[in-house]
């Protein structure tokens, strides 16, 4: 499909450079196929809006602090570079992008942390050798370290990664620490937050479980290519960067009970919907999932699993607003984003929801 049907005009004040206080005060619009208008709701609306036996799906993953600052050294020469860690790749070794790439050869070392001392501790700073170079920016690290001793090290040197159309306005600052986590994150790995999960607090959990309405984890770890513009004219000429994910054999079978009860899956969030939409069989039950995943979903796609599906308001032209497109309807969807820029809601990560049953 031509990429430039998913384009719109976006006014700068819709994007969101804060989260709504508190989190499920946030606006959700809410997308029915059959309805000839839209809802304005907000997220603590959530439990009337589904039925008993609803099942949310849910993305545990944790954002680590995967922007790296650091300095080539080659011979007598040195070029500071900016990393952005996007996919472990093994207990030493993580796919980037870097900025400027072009600084980079395959063989050159990267310092990152203070280097200002030739007898610093070996704590305070951190090695990398670039093994590959790819298309885009991309490069493969091989750090020094390996293991839980690399995670402490990028935790120690690393930068939270808010995305660029909120950085590029101003600072990462403590609160992000807290505001760019969902309150159930649990497993580390993740580069960017599942935006539709930061909406959810306690006091929302348990009214969904006074209503019946179930939850189950999984995990997929949001890689930095979320961020990148489709630039091919067409969709087919794009390529997508994979993502590692998993589903539990319990939480598997417990999808699958529930659907069987009649139940609907509600997957919160894009990163919950091509998880599932991964694992899923041509019968719709859905199978234990270990790996990659690298699904693009656009208009024509037959979802086999999920049913309900709750989002942020995504970028003009992403793979995200073409799967939502995908799952409602892509001039129900163009008409949907055009209600909600003349209505005020907010965009993008710190921004409102949408609520979307499947057409």
């Not at 609306?45 to 600052?69: A, C, F, M, Q």
């Not at 990267?110 to 790819?134: M, P, T, Y």
């Not at 997508?240 to 659907?259: C, D, F, Q, V, Y």
């Amino acid at each position: 499909m031509r990429v430039d049907l998913f384009d719109f005009d976006l006014p700068e004040d819709r994007i969101a450079l804060r989260p709504a206080e508190p989190r499920d005060a946030a606006r959700l619009l809410v997308v029915r196929p059959e309805a000839t208008s839209f809802e304005d709701r907000v997220v603590r609306d959530l439990p009337d809006l589904l039925e008993p036996g609803d099942v949310l799906v849910l993305n545990n993953t944790k954002v680590i602090p995967s922007r790296l600052y650091g300095l080539r050294v080659r011979e007598e020469t040195a070029a500071r570079v900016e990393i952005m860690l996007h996919k472990r790749e093994g207990a030493d070794r993580w796919r980037a992008f870097a900025r400027p790439a072009k600084k980079l050869h395959i063989g050159d070392r990267i310092r990152f942390g203070d280097s200002s001392e030739s007898n610093v501790c070996e704590l305070v700073h951190l090695d990398a050798e670039v093994e590959e170079k790819g298309e885009a920016g991309e490069v493969t690290l091989r750090f020094a370290f390996s293991g839980p001793a690399l995670d402490e090290a990028i935790a120690r040197l690393g930068e939270l990664p808010l995305p660029p159309y909120i950085a590029g306005k101003r600072a990462t600052d403590d609160k992000d620490r807290a505001d760019y986590q969902t309150v159930y994150a649990r497993d580390e790995g993740a580069v960017a937050a599942p935006t539709a999960g930061l909406h959810f607090t306690d006091d929302l959990f348990r009214r969904l479980d006074e209503r019946g309405i179930a939850r189950h984890f999984v995990t997929l770890h949001v890689g930095a290519g979320t961020f990148l513009p489709v630039k091919a004219d067409d969709t087919a000429e794009h390529r997508m960067h994979a993502e590692w994910g998993s589903i539990t054999e319990e939480t598997a079978r417990a999808l699958n009970e529930a659907k069987a009860r009649g139940g609907r899956i509600v997957a919160v969030g894009t990163t919950s919907l091509r998880l599932l939409e991964s694992a899923a069989r041509e019968d719709g039950t859905i199978a234990p999932f270990s790996g990659d995943t690298a699904i693009f979903i656009t208009p024509g796609y037959r979802f086999k699993a999920v049913d309900v599906l709750m989002t942020n308001f995504h970028l003009p032209r992403s793979t995200l607003f073409m799967l939502v497109s995908a799952f409602a309807g892509l001039e129900r969807m163009r008409a949907g984003y055009e209600y909600a820029i003349g209505n005020g809601y907010r965009f993008y990560s710190y921004g409102d929801g949408s609520l979307l049953f499947r057409s």
